[in-house]
């Protein structure tokens, strides 16, 4: 996938006699996954190789790349494209290695040519059309490291001028791309698309990659004396509130408002994201916590119970039965104390799986639903299309559904998934549980037609659920 713009380079030839002579090289396309805040540079046999020369830095004014550079008329010259080191050098379609390019200065010419990838950023890419990288090396002040940062902008983005709810995640290396991914990717740029399509809310998901041999310290608020490692939560949380937070509110059309605003990750990424919405109320209305490490830093619990949280945070909890022999009572222990510092239960949603496991396929499963439950969707579905002779209950559901409807039948209950597609009917008697397990997780509509007489019309009604 690539998407295609021109990068114009004006070569500003000084012949031996004084003439001069200018050459203009086109790049036609660049990688999709070229990241958005990166310079560009050009590197060869006029600059000795410098793959970061300041003097040889495309210049973007007027929506043109452009840089002059001094030569000789019919000098051969070759050259790469680089972002700024040879780590980030151009490759190929997979991002291994290609020869050097070669040109000749013609005067008045015009060479195109075609960036297919980025030595860096290889691989077989699996994102969907609205993932960028935003940043290859992002700077981390408050820990002198540098991070990569992506980001997946709504379906529609650039057709709009809507301003948008902020998901932050942590381990962003795994959330879209099984290129980069440690062990399989959760394909939340797809979930999120297709949700889009319901009534669902849509959210900007930036991605942050983790730290690699830094991670536990930066997503362990304190140090943990057995393991000789953490403590680094805290700057680290300075960093996405202070640097990041503020750059996508300026690059992108996003809600800056606390509720509009939450985090997430899983295993110790669940413990930063807790640690997050605990300690920077201001900055995050709620968060998302797959299979948290409450274990490698227990001193999270008491900031729970005495943090004073705001009671209109919502928090997506979500384990395996068998991960720890703890995994579960700590979870549950975080429940308990959030509810005691006055976050209401109905702002509190927690999953128990019985065969979940601590892995990315895993909490891949529970996205949807997480990601429902943080941006109102079930809200909004009740919002938009409550109707008041029908209530279906639970929802989101798991198992069993229940109606709720005063009238005589008979009845014909019917699911729809989000195509239209009906994927359920059966008779409905007043009472009866409709087992929906079978189904796969999705946003459905349940339409409950009561059948009429000579003497009445059939009435019919419907309600959104959410299957998790």
Not at 6 to 12: A, E, G, Q, R
Not at 101 to 111: E, K
């Amino acid at each position: 996938m690539y998407q295609r713009f021109i990068l114009s380079i004006f070569f500003t030839v000084f012949f031996t006699m004084g003439a001069k002579a200018q050459m203009t090289i086109t790049v036609v396309s660049t990688p999709q996954l070229t990241p958005i805040l990166d310079d560009i540079y050009i590197a060869g046999s006029f600059n000795e190789w410098n793959p970061a020369d300041p003097q040889y830095k495309l210049h973007f004014t007027d929506g043109v790349w452009h840089i002059d550079i001094p030569g000789n008329e019919n000098e051969n010259i070759e050259f790469k494209f680089t972002r700024g080191s040879w780590a980030t050098v151009e490759g190929n379609a997979e991002g291994t290695y290609i020869v050097n390019r070669l040109a000749t200065w013609i005067n008045g010419s015009i060479a195109e040519f075609s960036i297919a990838g980025w030595e860096d950023i290889a691989g077989l890419h699996t994102v969907n059309e609205n993932v960028r990288i935003l940043d290859s090396d992002m700077e981390i002040p408050q820990l002198g490291r540098t991070r990569r940062i992506w980001i997946k902008l709504p379906a529609g983005y650039y057709n709009s001028e809507e301003y948008y709810p902020v998901l932050y995640m942590h381990d962003g290396q795994n959330l879209f791309d099984a290129a980069t991914s440690f062990a399989g990717e959760w394909t939340i740029d797809e979930i999120a698309d297709e949700l889009i399509e319901t009534t669902c809310s849509k959210a900007i998901i930036v991605g942050i990659e983790n730290g690699g041999a830094h991670r536990i310290d930066e997503y362990a608020p304190w140090y943990n004396n057995n393991y000789e490692e953490g403590g680094e939560g805290s700057p680290y949380g300075e960093f996405v509130v202070q640097q990041l937070k503020p750059l996508i509110e300026t690059q992108f059309r996003a809600r800056t408002e606390r509720e509009y605003n939450f985090t997430g990750g899983s295993s110790l990424g669940g413990l930063i994201a807790t640690y997050l919405v605990l300690a920077h109320q201001d900055d995050f209305g709620g968060a998302i916590v797959f299979s948290p490490s409450y274990w490698f830093n227990p001193e999270i619990q008491d900031l729970a119970l005495n943090a004073g949280i705001n009671s209109d945070t919502k928090i997506y909890f979500a384990c395996g039965q068998d991960e720890s022999e703890t995994m579960v009572s700590d979870m549950q222990q975080m429940i308990n104390n959030l509810e005691s510092s006055g976050v209401p239960s109905s702002n509190i949603n927690s999953h128990i799986q019985s065969e979940g496991e601590h892995s990315e396929y895993w909490w891949a499963q529970y996205f949807e639903a997480a990601y429902e439950f943080c941006f109102g969707c079930a809200t909004h579905l009740g919002d938009r299309h409550h109707d008041q002779g029908m209530m279906i209950f639970p929802n989101p559901v798991k198992e069993k559904l229940n109606i709720q409807y005063k009238g005589r039948g008979p009845f014909t209950m019917t699911i729809y998934d989000h195509s239209g597609k009906s994927v359920m009917q059966e008779k409905w008697i007043p009472g009866q549980t409709i087992q929906v397990n079978q189904l796969p997780h999705g946003v459905y509509t349940v339409e409950l037609i009561q059948k009429g007489d000579h003497h009445q019309e059939e009435i019919k009604h419907t309600q959104k659920m959410i299957k998790y």
